[in-house]
């Protein structure tokens, strides 16, 4: 029992009670769908305790079903809880589980689609991704974007999905919280941002102006491209381009980095301009 809620042992990886589970490191290959696999105690955590996305299911390994027994607990009546031994569960997923905490969540449906004017009414810094590929860097802007303070994450079609597992478990379920819209292409993200009032900078090691000497506008999109290549030109051309001094002639840093580090730079430089707090 877990706090007065039965859990369902598992004994055959078969069992179609448990089939969004099977082989999830395949599933990861597949976009769109309407399923999404959380991995990690802190992921299920921010899962249980958010309502933009809903819970199907938790599989849990044995071991791990004290520890989580408190969020299992907050979970809707009607979510079932699976509980399995650890080759039951290695079978189940396809590979060794060793954090045994998995939830199949659904996806919203307006996140693959653009949001309306209305919804950007209250937003001041958003980041904006064009061809972001990596699956980690993703999960970690969204991480950065949660923990200082952005109000949406942005990106076009060309970027990775933000529901991939690994993603999520990188975010540390940043990206259950952090309002995300996807758009058909760069251009029309641009074209969004610009006509909802942001002001777009652009990070580039080539940058205009130096980040330690930038006062973040009113409303401030902070667009990023990918690994290596970085901003296309005609996306670049369209920003206040940025840079962030590097030593020793290095050339760059991580993309999600750039990302931390800007984002903490508009947080404290606008907490600095609205002056202290009264007592």
Request: with cysteine; charged share 20%; proline share 7%.
């Amino acid at each position: 029992m877990i706090e007065s809620r039965p859990a369902i042992r598992v004994t055959d990886p078969a069992d179609p009670r448990i089939a969004p589970y099977r082989a999830i490191r395949e599933r990861d290959l597949v976009r769109g769908g309407k399923r999404f696999i959380a991995e990690g105690t802190s992921v299920l955590r921010v899962l249980a305790g958010q309502r933009r996305f809903t819970i199907e299911s938790a599989l849990i390994l044995e071991s791990r079903l004290a520890g989580v027994a408190g969020i299992l607990a907050s979970l809707p009546a009607d979510v079932p809880v699976h509980v399995a031994a650890p080759d039951v569960m290695d079978a189940i997923a396809g590979f060794p589980m060793h954090r045994g905490v998995l939830a199949v969540g659904h996806r919203r449906a307006d996140a693959d689609t653009p949001p309306e004017p209305e919804t950007a009414g209250n937003w001041r810094t958003v980041v904006a991704l064009c061809g972001l590929s990596n699956h980690d860097n993703m999960g970690a802007i969204f991480r950065n974007a949660a923990a200082l303070g952005a109000d949406a994450v942005l990106m076009d079609a060309q970027s990775c999905d933000p529901l991939y597992r690994k993603a999520i478990r990188v975010s540390v379920g940043g990206m259950l919280t952090v309002p995300w819209h996807r758009f058909e292409t760069a251009d029309a993200m641009v074209d969004w941002l610009a006509a909802a009032g942001f002001t777009l900078t652009g990070l580039s090691p080539a940058g205009a102006s130096a980040l330690e000497d930038w006062e973040p506008p009113a409303r401030a999109a902070l667009v990023l491209g990918t690994e290596g290549p970085g901003l296309p030109g005609p996306i670049l051309d369209r920003t206040r381009t940025l840079r962030i001094a590097m030593a020793n002639g290095f050339d760059s840093l991580n993309v999600a980095t750039c990302a931390a580090l800007v984002l903490h730079h508009v947080r404290v430089r606008r907490k600095g301009a609205s002056g202290p707090r009264s007592a």
